[in-house]
C-alpha cells in the first residue's frame, strides 16, 4: 500500500501533472461545472420557473461538448463528466418543465 501511496504522491509532484493543473484543459472543465451542480440544486425548485427553450439549448450544448471532450486529443475527461452530468440534469429539468407546461391540468398544479 506505502508503494501505491508513493507513486501518488509522486505523480503529483511530477512536471506533467502541475502544467495539467495550469492548462486550460484542466481549468475549463472546472469552470463549467457551475452550469450543473445549478441546474442539479434546481431540481427541487417549482417547475414554474423553468425556461423549455434555455433548457433544450442547454441539452444540445451538453451533447456537442461531450462529443468534443471525447474526440479531442488527448481526451477531456474531465470535461466529458461535466457535460455528461449537465445533460443528464437538464434532461430532468425538461421532462419537469414538459409535464408542467404540457401534462399537468391546472387543477393538479394549484
Not at 37 to 59: E, H, N, R, V
Not at 62 to 91: D, I, Y
Request: contains cysteine; aromatic residues 16%; positive net charge.
Amino acid at each position: 500500500m506505502s508503494s501505491f501511496g508513493k507513486k501518488f504522491v509522486d505523480q503529483l509532484k511530477s512536471k506533467e501533472f502541475r502544467n495539467y493543473l495550469m492548462s486550460t484543459h484542466f481549468w475549463g472543465p472546472i469552470a463549467n461545472w457551475g452550469i450543473p451542480i445549478a441546474a442539479l440544486a434546481d431540481i427541487k425548485k417549482d417547475p414554474k420557473y423553468i425556461s423549455g427553450k434555455m433548457t433544450f439549448a442547454l441539452c444540445l450544448y451538453s451533447a456537442m461538448f461531450m462529443r468534443f471532450a471525447w474526440k479531442v486529443q488527448p481526451q477531456n475527461m474531465l470535461l466529458f463528466a461535466c457535460h455528461f452530468t449537465n445533460e443528464g440534469a437538464q434532461l430532468v429539468q425538461l421532462v419537469r418543465c414538459i409535464k408542467y407546461n404540457y401534462l399537468d391540468t391546472k387543477e393538479s398544479r394549484a
